[in-house]
């Protein structure tokens, strides 16, 4: 069993940086896809972006935040990363990160696994 946990959500100005922390415990976390959704308020949960287990050498990003947000992970730290530059108000939501042994379930929304997310908020 994995469990996810997100961090560093908070409040931000337009154009400001956060970086979101997913922390997993459990087996084989290098053998895991992982990926990052969002829902902000009144809208449907959206993919945000995913990266390939192992050495994490393929990543994919939804076009909204490509160019301005970058994925990673750290094997060693059962950890998986966030960098969001440039934020704007559209980028204001609840922020999810989503593991399993398929990518295309990371991709689709139908992982094994889920975070309780992390808020970010984006004010101007």
């Known amino acids: 069993q994995v469990q996810l946990d997100e961090s560093g959500g908070g409040l931000v100005q337009t154009g400001g940086t956060l970086t979101l922390s997913c922390a997993a415990s459990g087996p084989a976390f290098a053998s895991l896809a992982m990926g990052w959704f969002r829902q902000a308020p009144g809208k449907e949960r959206e993919y945000v972006a995913s990266i390939t287990r192992n050495v994490g050498d393929n990543t994919h990003y939804a076009d909204s935040v490509k160019g301005r947000f970058t994925i990673s992970r750290d094997n060693a730290k059962n950890a998986m990363y966030l960098q969001m530059n440039s934020l704007n108000r559209e980028d204001t939501a609840i922020y999810y990160c989503?593991?399993?042994?398929?990518?295309?379930?990371?991709?689709?929304?139908?992982?094994?696994?889920w975070g309780q997310g992390t808020q970010v908020a984006v004010c101007s």
């Open positions: 989503n593991a399993d042994v398929e990518l295309d379930h990371v991709r689709y929304g139908i992982a094994d696994y």
